[in-house]
């Protein structure tokens, strides 16, 4: 089954940039669609962005659509979050995960019960 590592996060102050990456050395992510999703304490995981596996189409949530980018490197088998101008809000354990489909959509879920190969996440922080 496939396991996926998060790596890069950190504490940050607001509007520095980080960039977070998805990888796993077993699988090759280039024929999945791969979604970051976060989880703040207290709150439900939730998507952030996905990524298609054809085109490399990138979906956003409307609270990071402009400050973050999804993107992926399939020579290096690796997703990346980029937080271009993270805020406090954005806080959180970011994770990755990949979408259990049945043909030929991409990213339709936001749910993460749709997503599969949870690493063990990386904390970002974003403070003063």
């Known amino acids: 089954q496939v396991q996926l590592v998060e790596s890069g996060g950190g504490q940050v102050q607001p509007g520095e940039p980080l960039t977070l990456s998805c990888a796993t050395p077993?699988?090759?992510?280039?024929?999945?669609?791969i979604a970051w999703f976060r989880q703040a304490p207290g709150k439900v995981r939730e998507r952030v962005s996905c990524i298609g596996h054809t085109a490399g189409t990138a979906y956003h949530a409307d609270s990071v659509k402009g400050r973050f980018t999804i993107s992926r490197d399939n020579d290096k088998n690796t997703i990346y979050l980029h937080m271009e101008d993270p805020k406090p809000e954005d806080t959180a354990v970011y994770y990755c995960g990949v979408e259990v489909v049945d043909g030929p959509q991409e990213c339709l879920s936001l749910l993460p019960t749709s997503f599969v190969g949870w690493g063990q996440g990386t904390q970002v922080t974003v403070s003063k």
């Open positions: 077993r699988y090759p992510l280039g024929n999945y669609n």
